[in-house]
């Protein structure tokens, strides 16, 4: 595949058990932990940055698609967890995910058929596939082996 798209709550981080849109920014540092005001932990799925170091070392694209009604709650994430420089696009809004795809298509001028999206969701795993699209079902968060085979 040419370009990996990937979901951000539950499939990249865990946002203290909810969506970062349900999280109480500002987001802050704590003794290594990323907390937000309520004192609940902000974690990243420890796979996350060498799955995307590795896409990035084979010139893969990467992209986000993100149904989020805080968008700039997510980007924020992005930056603390220092994954934000591994995108190429992101499609950050509460909206469906063929939205997010037809603009992620348009940007890159690939076929559907040259993507390999990622999320824990089954709703958004099947209205992704319909376009075409290999959708991966990610539980408990995002697996190197489930990403890699994709190279």
Same mark, same amino acid.
């Given at each position: 595949?040419?370009?990996?798209?990937?979901?951000?709550?539950?499939?990249?981080?865990? =946002? /203290? /058990?909810?969506?970062?849109?349900?999280?109480?920014?500002? $987001? $802050?540092?704590?003794? /290594?932990?990323?907390?937000? !005001?309520?004192?609940? %932990?902000?974690?990243?799925?420890?796979?996350? #940055?060498?799955?995307? %170091?590795?896409?990035?070392?084979?010139?893969?694209?990467? +992209?986000? =698609?993100?149904?989020?009604? %805080? &968008?700039?709650?997510? !980007?924020?994430? *992005?930056?603390?967890?220092?994954?934000?420089? $591994?995108?190429?696009?992101?499609? #950050?809004? &509460?909206?469906?995910? #063929?939205?997010?795809?037809?603009? #992620?298509?348009?940007?890159? /001028?690939?076929?559907?058929?040259?993507?390999?999206?990622?999320?824990?969701?089954?709703?958004?795993?099947?209205?992704?596939?319909?376009?075409?699209?290999?959708?991966?079902?990610? +539980?408990?968060?995002?697996?190197?082996?489930?990403? *890699?085979? $994709?190279?």
């Amino acid at each position: 595949m040419k370009l990996f798209v990937f979901d951000l709550d539950f499939t990249l981080w865990d =946002a /203290g /058990g909810t969506w970062c849109d349900a999280t109480n920014p500002p $987001y $802050y540092w704590s003794d /290594g932990v990323l907390l937000d !005001q309520s004192n609940s %932990e902000m974690e990243l799925y420890p796979d996350v #940055i060498p799955v995307l %170091e590795e896409l990035k070392r084979n010139n893969r694209k990467i +992209a986000a =698609a993100s149904r989020t009604f %805080e &968008p700039s709650w997510a !980007q924020d994430l *992005l930056h603390l967890f220092d994954i934000d420089k $591994y995108f190429d696009l992101k499609e #950050i809004y &509460p909206s469906s995910k #063929i939205q997010h795809f037809s603009k #992620i298509k348009k940007h890159f /001028g690939m076929a559907y058929s040259e993507m390999v999206f990622f999320d824990d969701e089954h709703r958004n795993i099947h209205e992704v596939r319909k376009l075409g699209v290999e959708a991966v079902f990610v +539980a408990d968060g995002l697996k190197k082996e489930d990403v *890699l085979r $994709y190279l």
